[in-house]
């Protein structure tokens, strides 16, 4: 409650501008969805679930002359029934959060400022399941507290330039959930227009990490990146960036194993680096008129939700075909790679979504989803500096599930309404 206490302060701190906004709008979304799951929790021995989820949202927005303010609250409430839920620690789950977000227009289009906080909380057991796949017996909350601003110029015709600053703060309820951590991170990016269908990009980033842990853990990512963008065709495009990533840990950390047979081991200050790379591609093939198909690969180091630092490769292909003005259909699939010191960790996914507009308000979506998480490999399951487990162990597990989810978005005040 004290995380949620200061959100709402600095995002009121923002509202005298917006006070004397020209035009104000209000919208809010409410949805429910019911679930059928073989396997929701990612169990080595799979047991079903039935789900039920509650989303709320509301944005409240005001638009003047050369800005706007923004702020959005949400909130979802979830509850599990079955057997799957017999070896769970929890089997009711909320996420919620604020957001407040300001931005400026300058004279070209491209050029504004903006500046946002953003507060939110959700089960800390739910995280580790959405981020890494793993299931666990965890309990309580994960806060997360974020400032972030940022700059869009235009250098001349053909250069623009993008600066970033952002931080997060994580902590946990109650505090021995986890370790709390502060992850800092800016980024600069140039982007430089060789003809109308091409660009060149390059971005320097610098991502600091500081850990409350015994020995006080800090970790700095510096990456390296550069891109090109093209418009190949009418129909199809490409974005594709790589580079290196190098991490330096101070104060990691390391174990001592006794000389003497049968004592414990002792955990032990390190420091180290290493040095890898990263990329991103992503080709968009426009079909046909009503057809639009994507493929990504992408490969990335960085922390997780948790703070564990962690290497992902990803191949992801997706399909999305509009039917008519009130259905769609959605195709994807997926393959991933979590890598962790001796630790390495498959999983694939594929996915169906058809969805219908009921009305001008009222939508409903029907989705069917396939995941398969492989046998880990190696020996690391749990990550030392954050304490948090890395692996659920060395057995696969499949899921299976079908999803309905009706939502209902309305706009209480329009805008032009003073």
């Keep these: 409650m004290k995380r949620a206490a200061i959100a709402v302060s600095m995002s009121l701190s923002m509202a005298p501008s917006a006070a004397f906004a020209v035009d104000w709008a209000v919208k809010a979304t409410q949805s429910e969805t019911v679930e059928a799951n073989s396997n929701q929790f990612l169990a080595t021995i799979p047991a079903g679930t039935l789900g039920s989820y509650t989303t709320l949202s509301t944005n409240f927005e005001a638009k003047m002359p050369d800005s706007k303010f923004d702020f959005d609250a949400d909130g979802t409430y979830r509850k599990y029934w079955g057997p799957g839920t017999v070896n769970t620690s929890e089997s009711e789950f909320t996420n919620w959060g604020f957001k407040a977000h300001y931005e400026t227009d300058e004279k070209y289009n491209f050029d504004k400022e903006f500046i946002e906080a953003t507060w939110r909380q959700q089960s800390t057991a739910l995280a580790l399941l959405n981020d890494l796949g793993i299931s666990s017996n965890v309990s309580g909350a994960l806060d997360r507290l974020t400032a972030t601003g940022g700059i869009d110029r235009s250098l001349s015709a053909r250069d623009s330039l993008n600066l970033l600053a952002t931080s997060t703060f994580t902590s946990y309820e109650p505090s021995s959930g986890g370790t709390s951590f502060t992850d800092t991170l800016g980024r600069a990016t140039w ?25 006080g853990t800090n970790v700095e990512i510096l990456r390296n990146q550069v891109g090109v963008q093209a418009t190949l065709s009418p129909v199809l495009s490409f974005r594709g960036e790589a580079g290196a990533v190098n991490l330096f840990t101070q104060n990691g950390v390391g174990t001592s194993q006794s000389i003497t047979f049968g004592s414990p081991s002792t955990a032990l200050p390190i420091s180290s680096s290493v040095t890898d790379w990263i990329g991103d591609a992503v080709l968009t093939y426009k079909m046909f008129k009503d057809t639009t198909f994507t493929l990504n690969a992408a490969q990335s180091v960085g922390p997780t939700i948790v703070g564990s630092l962690l290497k992902r490769d990803l191949i992801a292909a997706g399909l999305a075909y509009t039917i008519n ?3 769609t259909l959605t195709f994807s699939a997926n393959w991933n790679r979590q ?57 696969p597990a499949d899921s299976h599930s079908i999803m309905v989810v009706v939502s209902h978005s309305y706009t209480a005040l329009p805008h032009g309404s003073y």
Excluded: C, M
């Design 339 to 395: 890598i962790f010191l001796t630790s390495t960790t498959d999983y694939t996914a594929a996915s169906v979504t058809y969805g219908y507009n009921l009305t001008q308000e009222w939508t409903a979506q029907l989705t069917y989803r396939y995941l398969h998480r492989f046998a880990s490999t190696g020996t690391t399951t749990i990550e030392p500096i954050t304490n948090t487990p890395i692996t659920s162990g060395t057995g």
């Design 191 to 215: 982007r430089h227009s060789l003809s109308s269908v091409t660009a060149l990009t390059a971005s320097s980033e610098v991502e600091l990490l500081n850990y409350d842990n015994a020995f």
């Design 325 to 327: 003005k009130q259905s």
